[in-house]
């Protein structure tokens, strides 16, 4: 996860590039604001006219929200519940925040504490006239927070433009971007936006490659590992954090009937033993046969049954399909017509195929042939 931090002093407009940021990355963008891990008015401090201080950066729950960045960049899903604005008739509510590879941490005193500004990888920066900012200002505070004019005006001469000065304005020369928000933003908007996207590319480049793992003796391996391949589903994967392939040791016996679908080639090597890949092809069921040392590259969206015989042992690499549907079909042992087919999401090799085994075997109905009449037998190990 990418951490943007947007700021910029009060009225600059964080909210409008803020929407222009949600409205192009959609789900792949979380959003925290601070506005939500502001402390209880009680906490906060008050000025030499007994006024409470709702612009210093200990207004903050900065350990609160350092906590949430993290659970985020965990994977985990935050609850907060919306700021009132210290007005009673406001009342909160609750705010579900989903994790996603972008990250928008959004308000006044975003990096204020050494943590945040560790944790931020992109710094935006909001600009425009302090004269634009207070009209701003006076109009939302009135209309959405039931402000009058003068508190709004006395707050900005006591509190707003000191912390602006001191805590916001020196971020401006150290931002990633700045965006004018006042003369032609959607340009600075755009540039906010090529630069969330570059990060997110690195993001995704990063966590998409797999650990440099050392070569290794296959043959050694098998000899380790045949504990481990023993039926009804005799699979191991050999590199599972490979973010292309699936590289398969497959043992029999297994006396598959299902025929497999994929919709991308899937290469056979046999290592020990025999395996006869049988194959739909027009309308006929057609035997492929392997002994040790042979190979076979079967083509893709051909439904295909893998027999293999006690004792073998092969070898069997196929793309990873995040986008695509896998299959599992059976057709009559008599006159081939199609019994049962059932699709999905490809996830483990090694679960995913017992469930359907389970449905088709366990149903006399789906085994039975529409055309001949023929009843396939239950597979004894996927029923009971």
Excluded at 38 to 50: A, H, I, S, T
Aim: glycine share 6%.
């Amino acid at each position: 996860m990418k951490v943007i931090a947007l700021l910029g002093g009060s009225g600059a407009g964080k909210s409008t590039v803020l929407r222009g940021i949600v409205a192009h990355f959609g789900p792949r963008v979380a959003v925290l604001s601070l506005d939500n891990y502001y402390r209880p008015k009680e906490e906060l401090q008050v000025d030499e006219n007994g006024e409470t201080n709702f612009d210093l950066p200990e207004v903050i729950d900065h350990v609160a929200l350092v906590r949430d960045v993290d659970r985020l960049a965990a994977g985990e899903v935050v609850e907060l519940r919306t700021y009132t604005y210290n007005r009673d008739v406001i009342a909160p509510e609750p705010v579900r925040v989903a994790p996603a590879p972008l990250l928008v941490v959004e308000g006044l005193f975003v990096l204020a504490s050494e943590e945040m500004q560790r944790r931020a990888d992109v710094i935006g920066y909001i600009d425009a006239p302090v004269d634009v900012r207070l009209a701003r200002r006076i109009r939302r505070d009135g209309s959405e927070r039931g402000y009058t004019e003068e508190e709004v005006r006395y707050q900005w001469q006591h509190h707003v433009r000191p912390a602006d000065i001191v805590h916001i304005e020196p971020w401006r020369s150290k931002a990633d971007v700045v965006i004018d928000n006042h003369h032609h933003w959607q340009d600075g908007l755009q540039r906010l936006i090529d630069r969330m996207e570059q990060v997110a590319h690195q993001e995704s480049a990063y966590l998409s490659r797999m650990p440099i793992t050392p070569p290794f003796n296959l043959h050694t391996w098998i000899a380790e590992h045949r504990d481990l391949l023993k039926p009804p589903v005799a699979n191991r994967n050999l590199y599972v954090d490979s973010g292309d392939y699936i590289v398969m040791i497959v043992a029999g016996p297994n006396a598959r009937k299902d025929y497999h679908f994929n919709e991308t080639e899937e290469l056979f090597y046999q290592i020990e033993g025999n395996i006869t890949v049988r194959i739909q092809e027009d309308g006929r069921a057609v035997d492929m046969r392997l002994g040790p040392g042979d190979m076979y590259l079967h083509p893709a969206r051909v439904p295909h049954s893998p027999m293999r015989e006690a004792g073998s042992i092969g070898l069997v690499i196929e793309r990873k399909r995040p986008e695509s549907r896998d299959g599992l079909l059976w057709f009559c042992e008599q006159c081939n017509h199609k019994l049962h087919e059932t699709y999905f999401t490809l996830e483990n090799i090694e679960r995913d195929f017992l469930p359907r085994f389970r449905e088709f075997y366990g149903s006399e109905a789906l085994r039975t042939c529409g055309a001949c009449g023929h009843v396939m037998e239950a597979d004894p190990r996927f029923v009971g």
